[in-house]
């Protein structure tokens, strides 16, 4: 069942946090996991260690080669537990749809930084402008379209939240950049626990 909707971003569930030396466990998965698709040859899940009790969490895999996007893909909805899940957004963020043109190439691999965004339970909110710009990520879902941005999507272009929401429609979802102020749109928001290469 759907959550209730809520006023503001007050009842947003507080994140279970993951210790910066997992976070550096799950980046060595995701590396592992990406050159295996670049290079060939499997890819490591188990590093010799066991891992810590987690529960089930979304994440999204970014790939940038310096400022420039190579491929960003993630699930709210994990069938795994989070290094697997890591593991296969990895090899999903490699062969991202918007770059099956210029595949990331071996040569580009020592380049490549990745960054992970572990989400939050989203939390569906009845004002769609009650979100904090640059810290809760959003995500839409209107008819059969859903999009979603990550917090950091749109802090260099100086948006405001009119704007965040407008491009999620447009860019994201291939509606009308109205289309969030509909009541039929479902505005959910959530927060990350970021950790980069």
């Given at each position: 069942r759907p959550p209730s909707p809520r006023p503001s971003c007050e009842g947003i569930p507080i994140m279970e946090t993951i210790g910066e030396e997992t976070g550096a466990r799950l980046l060595?998965?995701?590396?592992?996991?990406?050159?295996?698709?670049?290079?060939?040859?499997?890819?490591?899940?188990v590093d010799g260690?066991?891992?810590p009790a987690m529960t089930r969490r979304g994440i999204f895999v970014t790939l940038r080669k310096s400022a420039r996007l190579r491929g960003c893909i993630g699930t709210f909805s994990p069938l795994s537990d989070l290094p697997q899940t890591v593991a296969e957004m990895a090899?999903?963020?490699t062969r991202d749809p918007r770059f099956t043109a210029t595949p990331i190439g071996a040569g580009e691999l020592p380049d490549i930084r990745i960054e992970l965004s572990v989400l939050s339970p989203l939390?569906?909110?009845?004002?769609p402008l009650s979100f904090e710009l640059g810290r809760h990520g959003v995500k839409i879902r209107h008819g059969l379209a859903t999009g979603c941005f990550l917090p950091d999507v749109g802090a260099n272009l100086g948006w405001n939240k009119k704007t965040f929401l407008s491009e999620l429609c447009r860019q994201k979802m291939g509606l009308s950049p109205?289309?969030?102020r509909d009541e039929q749109a479902e505005v959910s928001v959530f927060t990350v626990q970021k950790f980069t290469e």
């Open positions: 060595r998965v995701a590396r592992s996991a990406i050159q295996a698709v670049v290079l060939g040859g499997p890819d490591a899940l260690q066991d891992w090899r999903a963020a939390e569906r909110i009845a004002d109205d289309a969030w």
